[in-house]
């Protein structure tokens, strides 16, 4: 049988390589929304949503000045940020679109509903809600069956207002 962790274990931050630290924490700070907890000068910052010590860590100690990450290689595909309700996505929404940030696509999951752009680094940045489990489309057994619709973006922007 196969070893498996507790339920109740989360992903706990995310760790960027960057390659312009003050463009990225404008980025995760200014434009999504989360506060800036610590930085170590120039080479490091850590963000955060609330009091927690950080959600976002930044740093250059690898990649200052570097270019992306090849698209078709290896590694993250995105990093994704799980908001409490439809409003404050639409919200998060908003501030992305209103600085310039272009947006990489939008779906249903049927779960969830999620926005996808990037970061000035060219890393994927999905910003989400999760519907209520209740809601969660299933098939005739009852299993999970997850969708890829088109999302409503109008619609989530409405609710921000």
């Known amino acids: 049988m196969t070893a498996k962790v507790p339920t109740d274990t989360r992903v706990g931050h995310i760790h960027l390589k960057v390659t312009d630290l003050e463009r990225a924490i404008h980025f995760y700070g200014n434009v999504l929304g989360f506060t800036l907890t610590q930085r170590y000068g120039d080479q490091a910052a850590f963000l955060a949503a609330g009091d927690y010590h ?24 995105h990093s994704a940020f799980l908001f409490p309700d439809r409003a404050s996505l639409g919200a998060a929404l908003q501030r992305v679109l209103d600085h310039g940030t272009p947006l990489d696509g939008a ?42 619709a088109p999302l409503d973006v109008a619609a989530l922007l409405a609710e921000a207002a």
């Open 54 to 77: 950080h959600h976002i860590g930044l740093n250059t100690w690898h990649s200052r000045g570097a270019g992306p990450a090849p698209e078709r290689a290896a590694g993250l595909y």
């Open 107 to 148: 779906a249903d999951h049927g779960v969830s509903e999620a926005v996808y752009v990037r970061d000035p680094d060219g890393n994927g940045v999905e910003l989400y809600r999760d519907r209520d489990p209740a809601e969660w489309p299933r098939d005739a057994d009852g299993a999970l069956e997850m969708v890829n």
